[in-house]
């Protein structure tokens, strides 16, 4: 016994562990440490006091002294599993998640019931962005206790994540059938049905959520779209105020807001504050993706290739808006001084999108079942000079891929109406009307503007030919037919108003709509009745292949267009069909994208200044009959000779901005290094 072992008044090694554990049992780690310390002391080839001291040391989060002790402890008994799942633990907790899964599986190869190690482990997975690897061992946890709601909701996630939406509803719906009170289970449901498009149900389970737990954050912002789709604008100016209240305090904290920032862009026309948000979101991104200790920094080099390599990047090469608007983009790419990839994460729905833009590139590749870490190293392997991110922050994203830098020059292009706030897209595609010189203090990216129109509009897209009647789809044989095909959540009360005031105005006229859900269309004739517009004057529309919809859409006199969030494939929709469309210019990339459209269709002059002037126009497109045949008659020749539909010079056009920003790149980057 040492004198400073008797100085404690301790007399031996036993007593000096039991004291440390009585300590660390009331909560007084630092106690329990400094005695337990000393049992070492006195006996240093104990097993459990190595490792019991780790354990205080984690408690403590003290993660690389708590590592140390569950070293020594291994050295001292490699065959006691604890040691290794609770190093595994501290790796972990230092987001050292690659090094973490050889203790993990050492752990369970010594015992392989350890249902905690499989959890564990698959948790790991799931940092990494493997999520196969981790559906695995959530799967091996549950083979040895079935009672493992978390695992449950887990596998739902990654599930969902991977775009398995019915066997994700599955997950969720055993894990609150094991566990009712399950609240993270429950916003997952609703997350999953809003995607299947049942937002009514979707609802039912987020309201449980936020009844279980009034502070979920993602929950209250989940609710506020929902409540935009199924358009019940009482309970959304409630639900919309809260969470500006909660964003504001999470940005005020520092913290990535709840809300989207592609949610924040359709209820707020404030281009600072979608900003601010975009930056919150991406700030949170880099610093969770470099947790995860993936491949970052990337090496750029100047290749001396004779085609500059350009790809772009989306879910949504398929049945999408997004591919109706730039399938005939890739394939009039110049082949001489261009080589084009496509990767893709989104599922092969068969379309003719699909085949026209994987026979349009001269590389498709799926990476569906890669992590973002790997899907950047395959696109830096590949010499990616000029990546285009075709999704941003929108639904089904993975901003992790841009966000590990794997090309020297990275653009955010088409999908997303908004800035990134990342400081790894380096460019924004526009034009002069949706971001005016002015405005470009709003976006992190250098803006690009392209001479007409940012929009690609694809003038080959097909219109089935037989005839539509007005009887076919339900609408009245004389009066004027307004219509808006915009989807349910960009229509507001401030536009609805606008529309009942049309109607009122117009007398026999009705307003033909395409919304989602039976309780969208019930809150919509509720409000118009509160308007006093009488419920037949709506008439609402179910969905259609493209070209019957394209066909059916000629029927209507005017569309009327929707304000926070423009129309924007439904625009060149309208157009397209030969019916004009009136719209209102906003303070926001979203809210001027038609105004765009309309300008490089040579008919500005349907871009109305404010509310009252929009309300007004289309008053009297309605009413006044020679001007609407003048208006539509001037649609169909600016159709064939105005720049919209010009796809050959728009891709000219998108190809001059390519080479620039490559020439600035060489000359900035390359040259100076």
């Known amino acids: 016994m040492t004198s400073e072992a008797r100085s404690d008044g301790i007399k031996n090694w036993k007593e000096a562990y039991e004291k440390g554990r009585l300590a660390c049992a009331s909560g007084d780690l630092h106690e329990a440490s400094m005695a337990i310390e000393t049992a070492i002391r006195l006996n240093p080839n104990a097993f459990e006091l190595h490792h019991d001291l780790g354990v205080v040391f984690f408690q403590q989060n003290s993660y690389h002294q708590a590592l140390t002790c569950f070293r ?113 289970a ?27 737990y009034p502070e979920h954050g993602e929950g209250l912002a989940l609710r506020v779209s929902l409540l935009q789709q199924v ?31 592609f949610l924040n862009f359709t209820r707020s026309d404030d281009p600072e504050r979608n900003l601010l948000i975009g930056k919150a979101w991406s700030d949170w991104l880099l610093k969770h993706a470099n947790h995860s200790r993936s491949n970052f920094g990337f090496s750029h080099r100047p290749q001396a290739t004779r085609r500059i390599k350009i790809a772009y990047l989306s879910e949504r090469f398929r049945n999408a808006a997004t591919a109706h608007l730039a399938s ?22 068969g379309s003719v999108y699909r085949r ?59 999908g997303y109406p908004a800035s990134t706030g990342t400081p790894f897209i380096d460019y924004l595609i526009a034009d002069r009307i949706i971001i005016p010189y002015e405005m470009r203090q709003y976006f992190s990216e250098k803006v690009v503007w392209l001479p007409d129109c940012y929009q690609p509009n694809d003038p080959e897209t097909p219109i089935d030919p037989r005839p539509c009647s007005r009887i076919e789809f339900g609408l009245p044989e004389n009066g004027v037919i307004f219509c808006s095909f915009n989807t349910d959540y960009k229509i507001e009360p401030g536009a609805f108003a606008c529309w009942m005031r049309i109607l009122r105005a117009v007398p026999g006229s009705v307003l033909w709509l395409l919304v989602r859900s ?44 929707t304000l926070t969030v423009n129309g924007h494939t439904t625009t060149t929709d309208a157009l397209l069909a030969g019916v004009p469309v009136v719209t209102c210019q906003g303070r926001h990339f979203a809210s001027r994208v038609a105004g765009s459209i309309l300008s490089a269709i040579r008919m500005p002059d349907l871009v109305a200044a404010d509310m009252e002037s929009y309300v007004q126009m289309a008053i009297t497109l309605a009413s006044e009959a020679h001007l609407l045949d003048e208006v539509r008659a001037r649609l169909a020749n600016n159709k064939t000779n105005a720049p919209l539909f010009d796809i050959d010079r728009y891709v000219r056009n998108l190809e001059a901005a390519y080479d620039n920003v490559w020439k600035t790149c060489v000359t900035e980057k390359f040259q100076r290094a």
């Open 72 to 184: 020594s402890a291994i050295a001292l008994n490699p065959r006691k599993y604890q040691a290794w799942f609770n190093g595994a633990n501290a790796l972990c907790a230092m987001h050292c998640y690659q090094e973490a899964i050889p203790w993990y599986r050492k752990a369970i190869e010594l015992n392989p019931s350890f249902a905690e190690a499989h959890y564990n482990l698959a948790n790991t997975y799931k940092a990494l962005d493997a999520p196969h690897e981790a559906i695995l061992h959530y799967r091996r946890a549950m083979d040895i206790d079935p009672n493992m709601p978390e695992a449950l909701n887990n596998i739902g996630t990654l599930l969902l994540g991977c775009g398995e939406l019915i066997d994700a509803r599955e997950c969720f719906q055993r894990a609150l059938a094991s566990d009712a009170n399950y609240t993270q």
């Open 186 to 212: 429950s916003y997952n449901l609703s997350l999953t049905l809003n995607r299947l498009g049942r937002p009514e149900e979707a609802i039912a389970f987020v309201d449980r959520c936020l009844g279980l």
């Open 231 to 261: 358009c019940d604008w009482p309970a959304l100016a409630d639900a919309g105020a809260r969470l500006d209240r909660q964003t504001d305090e999470q940005l005020r904290l520092g913290q990535r807001p709840s809300e989207s920032p």
């Open 328 to 349: 005939g983009v890739f394939g009039r790419h110049d082949r001489n001084r261009f080589e084009i990839y496509a990767y893709s994460w989104g599922q092969d729905d």
């Open 356 to 414: 026209k833009i994987e026979q349009g590139v001269d590389h498709f590749i799926d990476i569906r079942n890669i992590s973002d870490a790997e899907a950047a190293q395959r696109i830096h392997a590949d010499g990616i000079q000029i990546l285009v991110d075709m999704m941003g922050w929108m639904h089904g994203h993975r901003m992790g891929i841009a966000a590990r830098r794997p090309a020297p020059v990275q653009i955010n292009y088409l």
């Open 518 to 561: 039976q309780q969208a269309r019930e809150n919509l004739i509720r409000s118009a009745g509160s308007l006093g517009i009488a419920p037949t004057r709506l008439v609402f529309a179910s969905p259609l292949p493209k070209a019957k919809h394209l066909a059916r859409l000629k029927l209507a006199d005017i569309a009327l267009d």
